[in-house]
């Protein structure tokens, strides 16, 4: 009994072992199954790991190209712009200058016409001739089959033919000059004669226009300009009775054709602008009316301008015009055209714009000229020379002719003669100088007429200075 009992238990304890060695086998294959499994799935997420870290280089990488492609775009948008700039910078200085214009070619053809009659180039190859200066040419016309002989880059031109002087750009050519110089007419009423210069200035009409009296005294003024209204704005109020009053009793013994007020520089009464012109005409009525209720016999503006967009001769046209309707508005009051200094496209540097103006005013009447000397000078006339004034003196009184002149204005000048820049400066510290200023206050021609100052002005002791400077040269 106690044999099959070990016996037994020997067997119960194989079994034992039989079944823990299984499990055991289990356990084994359970556990490398799993090491197996977290091995794969450490491997997936470091090789996940590993894609999305490539794609965020690639991302990071795209995103730096086109921030570098946009940076290359904006620089060459940034580029063409600088070069539209540049170029739109040279078309207006070729049509200020008048430079010559373009090669064209016109469609169905083989030749290439050159419109531009002078061309110059530095060191042209090929010429037989090994100066360095700049040389002209005159090219006439160049067809594709000769273009590698004649083209610029080449260097072999013609360079026997003379060049024409530059012109001006189409459309801003000079007035039509007459065969002959026809009188204009009587022109306005003569001033009262007394042999005298009347010296004076731009003065102050601030805190009432009334004030330009005492204003004018304290720079011991004989005549002066004013403007009669804010010159920076279209709409101003208008005169009431009180300002009228004021005005008249300060005026008391001052006679009134020594009076000339400036109009508004935004004015422009030949502009082709539609808007523009309308305003300005309805300024011009207005000016023209405050002078009639104040007693002030003339009116001086700055004719106008083309702006570019018209021809001078059409301009002038409409500055007349615009005096025509003005004058059928009012009363007696003679507006009087401003010579200006040939800058840009104002009208008024050439007398010959002045006079064609005067031609089509109806009532000649009732319009005059300025002479400012600064803008003269700058439209060519060197009036620190004798022959340059003498040559003002013959020209106006041919052109325009001397019952038409109304007032001075005494400006020395910043610029060179002819520069066509309009720079006031002092008497006597311009191009124009003492001399030339001598002559013009011993020239007969401007007695009884309004001279005045528009320099800069420091101070009303300023003015007085100036003022006495120039009586100072006058011949006893």
């Keep these: 009994m106690s044999r099959d009992r070990t016996n037994n238990k020997e067997a119960g304890a194989g079994v034992k072992r039989r079944r823990s060695s299984q499990k ?13 499994k977290v091995a794969k799935k450490m491997s997936s997420k470091r090789h996940e790991s590993l894609n999305e870290s490539k794609k965020i280089k690639e991302i990071s990488s795209m995103k730096d190209e086109d921030t570098e492609s946009q940076g290359k775009r904006k620089e060459n948008r940034r580029s063409k712009k600088e070069k539209a700039v540049k170029k739109e910078e040279n078309q207006e200085k070729e049509d200020e200058q008048g430079e010559p214009q373009k090669k064209k070619k016109k469609r169905g053809s083989d030749k290439t016409t050159v419109e531009s009659k002078v061309i110059t180039k530095e060191n042209v190859k090929g010429s037989g001739s090994k100066g360095k200066g700049k040389q002209k ?41 007459p065969t002959e110089y026809e009188h204009l007419g009587a022109g306005p009423s003569p001033v009262p004669s007394t042999g005298c210069k009347y010296m004076g200035c731009h003065v102050s009409g601030a805190g009432g226009v009334w004030n330009a009296f005492e204003n004018a005294e304290e720079c011991q003024a004989t005549s002066f300009a004013l403007f009669l209204r804010n010159q920076r ?50 300024m011009l009525i207005e000016e023209l009316q405050r002078c009639e209720r104040l007693g ?47 800058q840009g496209f104002t009208i008024g540097g050439d007398l010959h714009e002045l006079r064609l ?62 520069d066509h820049q309009d720079r006031h400066e002092n008497i006597g510290h ?25 320099t800069p002005w420091t ?12 009586q100072g040269l006058i011949n006893k």
């Design 233 to 282: 704005q279209w709409m101003a109020k208008p005169l009431d009775e009180a300002t009228i009053k004021k005005w008249t009793d300060a005026s008391q013994g001052f006679s009134p054709h020594l009076i000339l007020p400036h109009g508004s520089y935004l004015m422009n009464l030949g502009s082709p602008v539609a808007e523009t012109l309308e305003k300005s005409r309805s």
């Design 459 to 470: 101070d009303n002791k300023g003015y007085a200075k100036e003022i006495k400077k120039l």
């Design 357 to 418: 103006i005067i031609q089509h005013v109806m009532d000649k009447s009732r319009v005059g000229v300025c002479i400012d000397t600064c803008h003269a000078h700058a439209a060519g006339y060197d009036l620190s020379k004798e022959d340059g004034f003498q040559e003002l003196l013959d020209d106006f009184g041919k052109i325009i002719g001397w019952q038409f002149l109304r007032g001075i204005h005494m400006n020395d000048s910043k610029g060179k003669v002819g």
């Design 137 to 177: 040419v005159d090219v006439n016309e160049v067809t594709n089959g000769d273009a590698k002989d004649k083209t610029l880059d080449e260097g072999k031109l013609d360079m026997n033919k003379e060049s024409p002087k530059k012109k001006k750009k189409t459309g801003d050519e000079p007035v039509p000059r």
């Design 296 to 342: 002030i016999p003339h009116f001086n503006f700055h004719p106008g301008s083309t702006v570019g967009k018209i021809k001078r001769e059409e301009c002038c046209k409409l500055i007349a015009e615009s005096i025509n309707l003005a004058h059928n508005e009012t009363k007696g009051v003679i507006c009087v055209l401003e010579n200006m200094s040939c």
């Design 24 to 36: 055991d086998n289990k356990d084994k294959e359970f556990g490398k199954d799993t090491v197996d």
């Design 430 to 454: 311009g191009t124009i100088g003492i001399e030339g200023f001598r002559r013009i206050m011993n020239c007969e021609h401007f007695n009884d007429l309004p001279l005045i100052l528009e």
